[in-house]
């Protein structure tokens, strides 16, 4: 084998399991996504971020009243970026949320939450 050939078979397989990876990290959230409790409203957002920045999803649920009673925050780079619980949302108003209080460090988190929540106004 030369060097073209054994650069492209690096290639192919580093891709291969990128894809692999990328597999698990979208059965991760899906998972996360099922397992939230259900309301009258599930919201999705993602960030508006540029490349070589952590992406952020963020899915929240509401009940009748508009109160946020499950969410998950998902952020990173790689696809080994885990969904968490946000708590502090727990129990807010939609109406009342305002992301850069929540996220007041994180263009990314607040840029996502605002989606989220778009849909819901």
Request: net charge positive; glycine share 4%; with cysteine.
């Amino acid at each position: 084998m030369n060097m073209t050939t054994t650069l492209i078979v690096i290639a192919l397989i580093a891709w291969c399991i990128q894809i692999i990876f990328s597999w698990f990290q979208i059965r991760r959230f899906n998972h996360a996504f099922l397992a939230m409790k259900k309301g009258t409203y599930l919201g999705v957002g993602r960030s508006k971020t540029k490349r070589f920045k952590p992406r952020v999803l963020i899915a929240i649920s509401l009940d009748e009243n508009q109160i946020i009673i499950d969410s998950i925050l998902m952020k990173g780079i790689t696809v080994f970026a885990l969904p968490k619980p946000i708590f502090q949302l727990h129990g807010l108003s939609a109406t009342e949320i305002i992301p850069e209080k929540i996220f007041p460090n994180d263009p990314g988190s607040q840029s996502a939450l605002t989606v989220a929540l778009t849909a819901n106004k």
